[in-house]
DNA sequence: ATCGTTCGCGAACATTGTTCGTTACAAACG
DNA sequence: CGTTTGTAACGAACAATGTTCGCGAACGAT
């Protein structure tokens, strides 16, 4: 049940090269840049290590695991930005950590998915983390509010890869017309507002849409103080 | 090949309560109530409706298809708030509709993972998005804008119902202690930052995270005005 | 009463994650 | 040098999944 950090074949020369976490790890890699999370198998990966799924039980005490350790090593290869000389040097420098974080999950399809349902506590995570509070330090954001945003920026870079990468294509022309004839045909007495701004809603590019949420994100960051609400949001329900 | 709209058997009175769309939902809608969306599977589906998992295929063509279809009929549910009298009644009416959905997409385990992945055409959603477009064009905001933040507010929701409900509960007490162990325990010298902000990061609950992130939303969408980058952000990658 | 259509579904298929028990090998020991 | 021992590796099996195929049976029309 143990699960080992290192080389674990006895033998000083094997026929093959020696399993071990980082060729389990590459081969996984691979596999996710080629065809996507969702075909990551333990079989398709035992294959491209040249062994059976029972194998990887060594290394990876479930897929889950493997997928987490997959993630963070892409997380570890994200290109962080420093901020340059100037007042908005900070912002430009954690917009384009983020835009980077985005792009490195992009490359690997569905790996974003995986960041959503995972606490990040290996270190490409933390080394990310500890980037833009640095960041944010510099531009002198409260350490509170500094820790909340961390957490919203990760929701967000693990969101917008996973909506990027739901099935392969960044979303064609064909089914951005689609989409467009949807709202186009919606019923203009139900949906008054909607059907009027169908085009403020299908024209922006998927560049456009994510440039847009970094700006808001932190702008209100940086902008709206430390004033959250005293009371709860109104809310309906219990 | 031809997936129906209304009811399918031609019995008039079959010994069973016929077949259709909505008690297929219904029966999903418990079952993912009751133990997530990883457990609905065609076949328990099928068992709750007295019947086999191929006869599903007559009203929903994939478990895809049938899961977009639950999502809609919860975005449906979804109780909106009208925005008050005032000046900032627009805010706290878009800020309770938010909270509203994502409190409904709560009650379903797994739900919010389903939205990621979906392009929403379906009343439902249109339904919310309309309500969100009339509370901004009360406030204000630009078309364009509106347009832009629909997208953005749609992606939060789903990620945060998503983070929300990995697994069942909603992350308690020890492993909150787990996590601000790891991250008290991480290497001073390469995250300094980090460990300095241990509490920011580990302290705050699960609403307040909620809550700052909306306003950060709100108060960028309200705030920043029209202008996007000229140029997009600086990235250091082709 | 019979026919042809087609709805409903039992059975099967290919894959999946995971577990179990055996095999085979390298080091330790006599 | 022969025996023992720990353990890495793996073949086989299991239960569960989404989906497809094709048959039987019930219906409306004649």
New binding site residues.
Partial sequence: MAV?DEP?????RPAKP??SRRSILDAALTLIRERGVE??????VAERV??????L??YFA???VLLEHVLDDVYGTVELVDAGAGDRGWRDALAGTIVNTIDALGRYPGLGAVALGMIPTLPGALRLADHELGLMSLGGIPEAQAGLAIDLIAQFVAATATERTVRGAPLGAPERDAIRDAFRSADPERFPHLVRSVDALTRPTEQERRDFAIQVIIAGIAGAGGSVWAAGPASARA
């Fill in positions: 080992r674990v074949s006895r033998r000083e020696a399993l075909s990551v198998s333990l079989r398709h040249q062994t059976g799924p029972a194998s039980y060594a479930s897929r889950d």
